[in-house]
Each structure stands twice: as C-alpha cells, then as structure tokens.
C-alpha cells in the first residue's frame, strides 16, 4: 500500500525563476518529493508573469504563478480545497504580514513553516509577533539562527541553503580556458578574473564595486600591468541601479570590465563561476548570499565582507580559517523605517575592497587554487545538499506528527 504523502501549500518565489529564493524553492522542493512522501503546490511570485497558467512540473510539484504572494482570498480558496498539512513561507516577511493576520484560520487547517532569513543585528523584537504566530522557524543563515533562537529556541533550526552538487562542481583546466577564450576574446583568456553576480540595485553597492575595481587596476597601472578583467554579471541599465556603463567609463575602467546582463541557466552559471579566480560580494546588507556559496562549490575562493550570511561562508566557523579574504566592518549604519524600525548596514570601503584584489592577484596560481579546494571541502561539508534535505524533512515531519 502506498504510504500517504503530506502536502505542502508553499508560498516564495516561482521556483522556475532565476532569483535566489526561486532557485532554492526548486532544489528543496525537488528533494523533498524524492524522499517520497511528499507533494507540492506552489503560489509562484513574480512582478509579472510571462503566463498565468497552472504548470504542473510532475503529479507532486504544481506552481499557480501569482502576482506577489498571492491575498487573503486566493490563500483561503487554496485552504479550503487542497487542504495542506503545512503552509510553507519562504522570503522577506514584509511580504507575509497578511498571512499572520490571518494565521487564526490558517491553524484551524494547517501549521506554518518558515524558511528566514533576517540580515542583521540588533535583534528584530518588532518580529516577535510574526514569529509567535509561527509553528517551525527553519533559519537559512547562523546569525539569523542565533538571533530568533534567543526568544524562541523551542521551534528554531539552523537549515542553511545549499546546492546540488550535480548543478555546481569544478571544471577542468582546459574546460575554463576555452571558455574564458569564448566569453572574453584571446587577448584576455589569461587574465586575473575576479566575478561579481548581483542585482544591479543599491543595497549590492553596484557604483563600489567598480570604485574598489579602479583602485585595483590603478595599481596595476603602476606596475605596468593590465592583465585583470572583472566581469559583472548584472543588468548595467537596471532602473534600481546606477547606468554602470557610464560609471565604469567615468572611471576609467571601462576597457577592463565585461558585462554579462542575459538571464542565463544553471550550467552557464557554473562555467562563468568556473571561470573566476575569485568571486566577491560587498553588499551591506546580505542575508545569505547564494553566488559566493555557488564559487565555492566550484572551487573558487572569495572575498566578501563579515555581514549576515557571508560570515559563515568567508570564515570557517570551526577553526576560524579564511575561504579566501574575509573583509572586516568598517563602519555600520543604523538605519530604519516604519515597518523595520532598526536594522545596521555594514560597510567596508572600496580602498580594502581595491588591496583585497591586490592580495588574491599577487597569490601564485597554486595557492589560490589551494584555497579553492579549500572553499569547496568546507561547502561539501556545512553547506551539504542532502543534510539541508533531511533537516527540512525531519523538522516537518516532527510539526505534523508531534
């Protein structure tokens, strides 16, 4: 006799889609149905969908693309005639406050599960309602574990994302050589490649990161160099953003820096992560951190400042080692608004930013390839695809059945 599968009713980004959340929605989602008692439905946000239509992937993973997250109206209709036993959120709770309203007639149906994220200290108080009304708080970075655990221990975990390693591996040398031939032209296959993946929006510090690139190249310059590329795969128009054509050419970098703005898949992905010999992030604010996890799997080192998820990626939490070159905190901000009342941002400046390059181009090939290795072991290790599988299974199987 066929074991009864439970359902999940998940709300998050669409899990075809290319954003992070998106993404992650697909690899667990895909995990759980493997473990085979399991089933899907999934309000699909997006801005704007290309189509409406139901799309069923299998008989267990059916996604309703949605406006947003969906409403009150549509998430009661759902309720009624699916009948899940979990409800299943996933991204910023601003999106969510209209589920915890209603959370009454959720729980007369199903509990709520919670894959959060939260990006910086002090700790969210002004939260503690929405995580009351909460049944499972599953918490995708170790600091944002750490700050819902001090008021909530009994129903908080640790699941951080992680990645298929059959999406995300090494490639051999001859592999990214090619490649580099193909995306940048011969004259620039053995170039220093430093890889930035980001919206080209203000709290990814887009404008800086071309700032710590000029301070870097200037460098070069004087040493009589101009063996360094930095690709920056983002949309350069992006009206959240700064034009950073223009940018880089006010700077005069704009010969050095390639962009790469086509929505592409996971395989390309993998080549372009391949292709760098670091990977960086700089942001202020950065919850987890999906492109610097991605180049570790690869084998590529990083360099990314110690704010809210990327901490645990830049430092291994066990001996306190670097997967590259951890940048410190210069200067944090306190900063708010009337729905997120206090919140840092953390900043390091484009001059570390600039010497931090410096350092990674002046390490011999073998040391950073080393370093790479490194990177990619401690992922396989504390980032591991089946352990974020199983920890999510588990938990949920605990909620329903305890």
């Not at 999106?95 to 969210?124: G, L």
């Not at 008021?151 to 001859?174: C, D, R």
């Not at 930035?196 to 800086?208: E, G, S, V």
Request: aromatic residues 12%.
């Amino acid at each position: 006799m066929e074991k009864k599968k439970y359902k999940i009713l998940m709300l998050s980004d669409h899990a075809l889609s290319t954003s992070g959340v998106g993404t992650q929605s697909r690899h667990l989602i895909t995990g759980l149905i493997e473990k085979g008692c399991w089933t899907v439905r999934q309000f699909g946000a997006a801005i704007k969908h290309e189509d409406y239509r139901t799309v069923v992937v299998n008989d267990d993973f059916i996604i309703k693309p949605m406006n947003g997250f969906g409403n009150p109206e549509s998430l009661r209709v759902v309720l009624a005639t699916e009948k899940p036993d979990v409800l299943f959120l996933f991204t910023d709770p601003r999106f969510f406050t209209w589920v915890w309203e209603m959370e009454d007639e959720i729980h007369q149906i199903c509990p709520i599960a919670y894959w959060h994220v939260w990006d910086n200290r002090p700790t969210p108080r002004f939260n503690d309602v929405l995580y009351d009304s909460t049944d499972l708080i599953n918490c995708h970075s170790h600091l944002t574990y750490e700050m819902v655990s001090e008021n909530f221990p009994e129903k908080t975990n640790f699941i951080p994302h992680s990645l298929p390693e059959e999406v995300f591996f090494p490639l051999g040398k001859h592999a990214i050589k090619a490649y580099r031939r193909q995306l940048l032209g011969p004259e620039r296959q053995d170039n220093f490649v430093a890889f930035w993946m980001n919206r080209n929006a203000k709290r990814k510090r887009p404008n800086d990161v071309l700032l710590s690139w000029k301070y870097f190249i200037d460098k070069l310059k004087e040493e009589g160099k101009g063996d360094a590329t930095l690709i920056m795969h983002t949309d350069p128009k992006d009206p959240e953003g700064p034009n950073l054509e223009l940018a880089a050419e006010m700077m005069g970098v704009k010969d050095s820096v390639f962009f790469s703005n086509e929505r592409v898949d996971f395989e390309k992905i993998n080549i372009l992560q391949n292709m760098a010999d670091v990977v960086f992030n700089i942001a202020f604010a950065e919850g987890f951190g999906l492109g610097t996890l991605e180049a570790m799997q690869c084998g590529t080192p990083i360099i990314a400042l110690k704010t809210g998820g990327l901490t645990r990626q830049v430092v291994d939490h066990r001996d306190g080692s670097e997967n590259g070159i951890a940048l410190p905190v210069e200067t944090r901000s306190l900063v708010g608004s009337q729905t997120v009342p206090y919140i840092y941002e953390d900043y390091v400046s484009a001059e570390t930013v600039g010497n931090a390059f410096y350092k990674m181009y002046s390490m011999p090939s073998e040391e950073r390839i080393a370093l790479g290795n490194k990177a990619r072991e401690y992922v396989l290790s504390e980032f591991a695809y089946q352990d974020t599988i199983d920890k999510w299974h588990d938990t949920m199987i605990d909620l329903l059945e305890n």
